[in-house]
């Protein structure tokens, strides 16, 4: 149990084009998802947190305008990339998680590879 | 700010060694830690999680507590080659469901 889809794996998209990338939970119901971005031999940081019927809550520094997310249905979020750059190229995952489990655990898609030309 | 410091490695260890692994947090409302394996070019998958003080063990895996001292370490028993990856250290507080990721520490098993 506990298994989370991201769609595309992997994009390729020129630059001032959007990107739309999805989450789903398969198996359970997502109270809340993470959206992360991963560089290359860096750590994951996480972008925003997100609730089901409300808007996401994003971290400093990450520009909500351009990184759209929303979190229609307790099972699927979508993070679009407005007008992308070279330099949003990154590899992006997603985790999701049951509010109330304890120790709160988060479960992580296979990620998904953004290359911006 | 609150911060995960794991030493970036790499670590090297010869098959069929102990690997162990460390990490600190300065938070010390920091409640849930938790051992992320992440192979390049993958997502991180869960290794285990800790949140009582002392050692939990789970096969080759034991992670071990200190609240006090505000570190959390793992040990890999009986290195693989398939050991080889970057370890990812995180850390949540109670009622808070972000987790706040290390840097990971790059771990290479010598065949």
């Known amino acids: 149990g506990a298994v989370v889809s991201q769609h595309p794996s992997w994009v390729i998209c020129k630059s001032g084009t959007s990107v739309k990338i999805e989450c789903r939970s398969l198996d359970f119901q997502a109270t809340t998802m993470f959206w992360y971005r991963q560089f290359p031999k860096q750590s994951l940081m996480l972008m925003a947190t997100s609730n089901e019927g409300s808007k996401a809550t994003y971290e400093q520094g990450v520009e909500k305008d351009k990184f759209l997310i929303n979190h229609a249905s307790l099972t699927l979020s979508t993070l679009t990339v407005t007008s992308a750059h070279p330099e949003d190229s990154s590899f992006y995952i997603c985790?999701?998680?049951?509010?109330?489990?304890?120790?709160?655990?988060?479960?992580f898609g296979p990620g998904t590879r953004l290359t911006v030309t | 700010q609150k911060e995960v410091e794991q030493n970036s490695g790499p670590l090297s260890v010869p098959e069929g060694a102990i690997a162990s692994l460390n990490c600190t947090y300065s938070d010390r409302g920091s409640q849930s830690f938790f051992w992320y394996r992440q192979y390049s070019g993958k997502s991180p998958e869960l290794i285990m999680f800790?949140?009582?003080?002392g050692d939990k063990e789970d096969g080759r895996f034991t992670a071990q507590l200190n609240k006090a001292s505000q570190y959390v370490s793992l040990l890999i028993r009986d290195s693989q080659p398939s050991d080889s990856a970057t370890y990812l250290c995180?850390?949540?507080?109670?009622?808070?469901?972000?987790?706040?990721f290390g840097t990971g520490t790059r771990l290479t098993i010598i065949p």
């Open positions: 800790i949140y009582s003080n």
């Open positions: 985790s999701a998680g049951r509010r109330g489990q304890r120790p709160y655990e988060q479960y």
């Open positions: 995180a850390v949540s507080n109670f009622g808070n469901e972000k987790l706040t």
